[in-house]
T-cell receptor
């Protein structure tokens, strides 16, 4: 079965510092991985996805993620965090039925 | 890009009444619609999957008679919470799956906050 894990409930970072949100995956076959962000009382906004190709995926709002097959990781990164990046972040993997399996989510708090 | 319009954004209803939530894909054909429920500060729980013109497939533990899903066209899917009770209060989100510029992607609605009093 396909699954992802987000080991951190919350990540705290000062504005201007690098931001990393961790995600590891467990899949059979080639993974189809996503990152989404959710602001309070809103739906999910797509940040980026990995299907195949370059291991470094660039996405929206300055975010990027690195697909690491040997470590089965797909960590989300941003070089310089903004206060407006404070939100709930979800990693997800598409399963063989076409459904998205979500991680538990990581709350990012960026302090001024 | 692809947009999914979800309405209403919030609704308050009395216990025992029914509530309908609509999701429309505005500029693409949603071959599949996924309906999720989210509890505060929690991940999304998939409730059901529906394909246009066919019956929805419900996840284990989700009452199909309570959460009625209709996917009559490639651009419209509805979730009706029947005989709502306070424990049905939650945040409901739809997601349309479809092909967009050569890739299969998922576009989420903005969510509906349901409060049953």
């Amino acid at each position: 079965a396909q699954s992802v894990a987000q080991p951190e409930d919350q990540v705290n970072v000062a504005e201007g510092n690098p931001l990393t949100v961790k995600c590891t995956y467990s899949v059979s076959g080639n993974p189809y991985l996503f990152w989404y962000v959710q602001y309070p009382n809103r739906g999910l906004q797509f940040l980026l996805k990995y299907i195949t190709g370059d291991n470094l995926v660039k996405g929206s709002y300055g975010f990027e993620a690195e697909f690491n097959k040997s470590q089965t990781s797909f960590h989300l990164k941003k070089p310089s965090a903004l206060v407006s990046d404070s939100a709930l972040y979800f990693c997800a993997v598409r399963d063989s039925w076409g459904k998205l399996q979500f991680g538990a989510g990581t709350q990012v708090v960026v302090t001024p | 890009g692809a947009v999914v319009s979800q309405h209403p954004s919030r609704v308050i209803c009395k216990s025992g009444t029914s509530v309908k939530i609509e999701c429309r894909s505005l500029d693409f054909q949603a071959t599949t619609m996924f309906w999720y429920r989210q509890f505060p500060k929690k991940s999304l729980m998939l409730m059901a999957t529906s394909n246009e013109g066919s019956k929805a497939t419900y996840e284990q533990g989700v009452e199909k008679d309570k959460f009625l899903i209709n996917h009559a066209s490639l651009t419209l899917s509805t979730l009706t919470v029947t005989s709502a009770h306070p424990e049905d209060s939650s945040f409901y989100i739809c997601s349309a799956g479809g092909w967009d510029r050569g890739y299969y992607g998922y576009t989420f609605g903005s969510g509906t906050r349901l409060t049953v009093v």
